[in-house]
C-alpha cells in the first residue's frame, strides 16, 4: 500500500483546527463534486449514444431483411435499384 501524502504526525492535535487544511480538505471535496458531476453527464451521453445506436442498428437490419425479401422475389433488383442510386448521387454533385 502507497504510503499517504499527510502522514498522521503532520496532522494537529485533536481538537485543534489548521485552516489551511480545513481549506485544502474543502477544495478537495469541491473538486470530488465536481468530477462526480462530469461522470454523470458524460455517463448520459454515452447512454444516449449508445441508445441511438441500437436504434440505428435496429432501423439498418430491417432495411436488409427488406432488401432480402426484394432479392429473393427478383433476382438482381438489388444490383439494378444500387446503380439507380448510384446514378442519382452522382448527378446531385
Do not use: C, W, Y
Not at 463534486?33 to 449508445?50: M, Q, T, Y
Amino acid at each position: 500500500m502507497s504510503k499517504q501524502a499527510t502522514s498522521m504526525e503532520s496532522l494537529p492535535p485533536e481538537g485543534q483546527s489548521d485552516p489551511e487544511l480545513r481549506d485544502q480538505l474543502a477544495r478537495q471535496q469541491e473538486e470530488i463534486l465536481r468530477l462526480r458531476d462530469l461522470l454523470v453527464s458524460k455517463d448520459a451521453e454515452l447512454g444516449a449514444a449508445k441508445g441511438r445506436l441500437a436504434e440505428l442498428d435496429d432501423r439498418s437490419e430491417r432495411i436488409a431483411n427488406v432488401a432480402a425479401q426484394f432479392e429473393a422475389r427478383v433476382p438482381g433488383l438489388g444490383r439494378l435499384i444500387g446503380t439507380a442510386v448510384r446514378l442519382l448521387r452522382s448527378q446531385r454533385h
